[in-house]
């Protein structure tokens, strides 16, 4: 009855089929001796948890810290200039924290951007973000794909706080970075 | 209401109603836009229907001359507000939070649309009584017409891309015009270098407004200390930083002239004034921020008096003001010209 109502929303985005975001890197199965990239963003207490996360990989795992890199605008995708010396001195990289509206769905967006790239990454959101970081891998061609989530919050805790967030996201950082690609979700 | 209906109110509602089921609209009712209608929209300005005039980096998305008429209409705007709407648009573009992530921030940031010029008679955009709403058409729809372009081209939903913690009231709703035929200074616009009279748009986002209310005094020193207070709130401290600004009422633009101050010596004033120290932060758990400091130690709040815009706006009834808190620091968007078909 009402064709004639001209639909007011956007152009579909260039990739929004499922399946049309690039494929998972190749795993490497084991992370003993890895060389870790970190993609960090300037939210509270993200820097604190990925360097937390970075010293249990460190531990558990012989990985080396071998980039670390802070966004200067949390919003921004990754530069590329920064996505390039990741890829250059990185086997696996842990990106995060996606803690805010737009920067969690930014998070998701630097993580398929690496995977493009041919190199593994994890991505930590906190757990109230995840409707927005969904909504961003679907937007990249990418729904359903798989990040790690830390409960809610993370910007208030302390050093003992953040020391429990970063053991118990532990686990599932290390299956998304080493499990075969098959495995996961989104690919 | 049956899809037979043939009374054209029935069939005008059925229509709105159609349009809530499509998600097209904001949670209020908008009008039904056919090719004829944006086409008449389209006739009100100069500029392609296929320009890009909106664009957002992080998410890549794109929004046309044309798409922002479609939604204009859908507002309720009027074909001739068209030009300041796409004006509005200029103006939001030359602010980097805009286009790289701010409509989709937990603080759900409000644009205040500013209009200068002779465009704000000629449209009817208030700027007097009740400035920031509600009862004016052109500032009611202009302001909501960014919306629904966030919405429906941007595809900024809330639940979604959206992730505002709460919002605020009115967070599309205020487009104001500056009472620059009461005001004692020079307009918005001309301080940013367009000519007097010229029609012109500004624009920023804003996390809220405050009021301050003083009708007890006639020493502009008071008032400044007044509003220096309601600037240095602590709840508005992010990091040891404040934005602030002003929506700045008639009598107290007035009081503030006579007493001997410009625009620039208000916001001077404020910002030098707008201090908390170490341990007022400390006190609300900001202290981070002040790091090893001593507890006596002073944090002006406001970066710089480049940093507290200030419009003259309302009525001249009452000693009221509204402190505004600009969503990040980027200032005014500069002014931009509202083009229209016939200029």
Redesign the interface.
Known sequence: ??E????????P??VTAPGTGPALAPRPGDLAGLRLGLLLNTKRNAAELVDAIAERFTRGHGTVVSARHTKP?????VSPEVLADLVDRCDVVVVGVGD???????AV?DGIALEAAGVPAAVVCSEA?R??AD??AT?RGSPGYDYACVPHPVASLDAAGVAVRADGVLPELVRLLSSPAGDRVGT | MSAAATDPVDVARAAVEHAYEQGWTDGLPVVPVTAATRDEFLAATRRDPAEVIVHTGNLGRECTVEQVAVNAAMAGCRPEYMPVVLAAWDALMAQRIVTSGGWQSTSGPAPVIVVNGDVRGELGINSVGGVVGPGFRANATIARAIGLTVRNVLGIRPHELDQATQGLPGRFSICIGENEEESPWAPLSVDLGAAPGAGSVSAMLIRTCEFVDNRDTTDPEDLLRDIADTVARTGAVVGARSSAGLLLGIEHATMLADGGFGKADVAAWVCERAVRTAADLRAVGKGRAAGAAADDTRFPLVPGPGQFPIVVTGARNAGMSLVVRPFGFGGWSGTHPVDGATA
């Open positions: 009855m009402f004639s109502m001209i639909d007011p929303t956007g152009a985005d260039p605008f949390i919003n921004d995708p805010c509206g737009s920067c969690s769905a930014s967006t973000f409707a927005t909504a961003m937007l």
